[in-house]
Each structure stands twice: as C-alpha cells, then as structure tokens.
C-alpha cells in the first residue's frame, strides 16, 4: 500500500487565485513529520512547509499553508493568491520516527501544478 | 546557506559504460542520499549513508552502488550502465536524528542511456 498518496497527477489555477493540492498519508506510527516541496522546470527540490504529528496548529509559510486533519490522515498543501512562478511539481513526504522506513522521507508521486494568466 | 551541489546536470552514456554521479555538500550534514525521479514514479530512495564508510539500501538499490569516503561527498556509481537507469538522479543531504529537519537537495543529474 502506498504511504502517501496524491490523486491529482495535474492541476490548473487562474493567477491569483488559491488552489489546493491534496496529500493523504498511511501510517501507525504516532509520531511522524510532513513536508511538503516544490520541483520547478530545473529540476532542483525546493523545501516549502513541515508539520509535525503533534503540532496542534496547522503550519504557514508565507503563501503556503498546510491543512493537517490528522484523524482523516491528510495533508494538503493550500496556496494563497497564486503565481506564474508557482507553476511546478508540488510532492508531499513524509518521515516517520518509529516505521519501517528508516526515519527516511518517502514521497508521493507528486502532482503538476500550472497556474494560467 | 546549504548548498548540495552535483557533478554534472546532464550526461549521456552508452550501455555497458561505468558512470560515476558525485554529489557534495558543505554543511557538515551526516546525512546524504541518492534518489532517482520518474515520471509518474515520484522519487525513490536508491542507498542513504549516515556516516563516513557507511550505506544503506533503499528501495531500489539494483545496479547501483555508492562511495562515502569523505563526509561531505557521496557517490552513486552505475556499474554498467543500462537503458532502464536512464533517469533524473537526485542527490540529498540532511541532519542526523532530527525529524523536523527537511532534506536539502542538490540541482538534479539528467542521465540518458544510450
């Protein structure tokens, strides 16, 4: 079974308005954090958001929010007022402390974010 | 800042050829990492070292091996290189023993089989 999982392979977003992308996760450990990053045309992984499992509060990062509802297992990245420059792969990971991973990210298979002018 | 940097952006081999990709970091991270991107794939863990000398397997480590003689270097070596290693390979370095650490990555290595 995958670990985490985003249904959308691709999206598209009018310029400045919000778009979410979805993330749910797989896992029995109690303690586990989630990233979140970007992956522009380059080629280069950008690091946007964390959130831990015991963060009572949902995690803000300038434009980029992530709205954590633990007991449905999902993760999903909100960005506000939408630009060109966020037109990229958007991939959701995550790292648990006690699973059989290692203490290792393992990401999802990432969904294509093009924002439209 | 953290800077992870790797040999080449892009390279173009035959089948058969040893390829070496080196990735270097300079924040003293005890951590490094090689992934391999494909569409549709996301990425997936080849080998992880937390130290000098030392490797783990990944998730798909056939067909490859890695070098870690020096902290802030670690190397992903392609034996004899083939058709289904062409790929984006991705280098990654990170804190040891922090889960709240992120991993930072290096600008990605564009590697074509021929």
């Known amino acids: 079974a995958q670990k985490i999982t985003q249904t959308q392979p691709g999206m598209f977003v009018q310029e400045k308005e919000a778009v979410t992308l979805d993330c749910t996760y797989d896992?029995?450990?109690?303690?586990?954090?989630l990233f979140w990053y970007k992956q522009p045309s380059s080629g280069e992984m950008i690091f946007l958001i964390y959130q831990g499992s015991y963060d009572e509060q949902n995690a803000t990062e300038g434009r980029y929010s992530l709205n954590f509802q633990k007991a449905r297992k999902s993760a999903n990245l909100v960005i506000s007022a939408s630009q060109l420059g966020d037109s990229a792969m958007y991939f959701c990971?995550?790292?648990?402390?006690?699973?059989?991973?290692?203490?290792?990210?393992?990401f999802g298979k990432g969904t294509k974010l093009s924002v439209k002018p | 800042d953290v800077k992870v940097t790797q040999s080449s952006r892009y390279l173009v081999k035959r089948t058969g050829e040893k390829v070496f990709l080196e990735c270097v970091q300079d924040m003293d991270h005890e951590n490094m990492f090689w992934y391999r991107q494909d569409p549709g794939l996301g990425l997936r863990l080849i080998y992880f070292s937390y130290d000098v000398k030392m490797k783990e397997k990944g998730d798909i480590p056939e067909g490859y091996s890695v070098s870690r003689e020096k902290k802030e270097r670690f190397s992903l070596i392609l034996e004899s290189a083939s058709t289904n290693q062409t790929s984006m390979y991705l280098c990654?370095?990170?804190?040891?023993?922090?889960?709240?650490?992120?991993?930072?990555f290096g600008p990605g290595t564009r590697l074509l089989v021929l």
């Open positions: 990654a370095s990170g804190l040891y023993g922090s889960s709240q650490e992120t991993q930072y």
């Open positions: 896992t029995s450990d109690q303690s586990y954090g």
């Open positions: 990971a995550m790292r648990e402390i006690h699973g059989g991973s290692q203490g290792n990210l393992i």
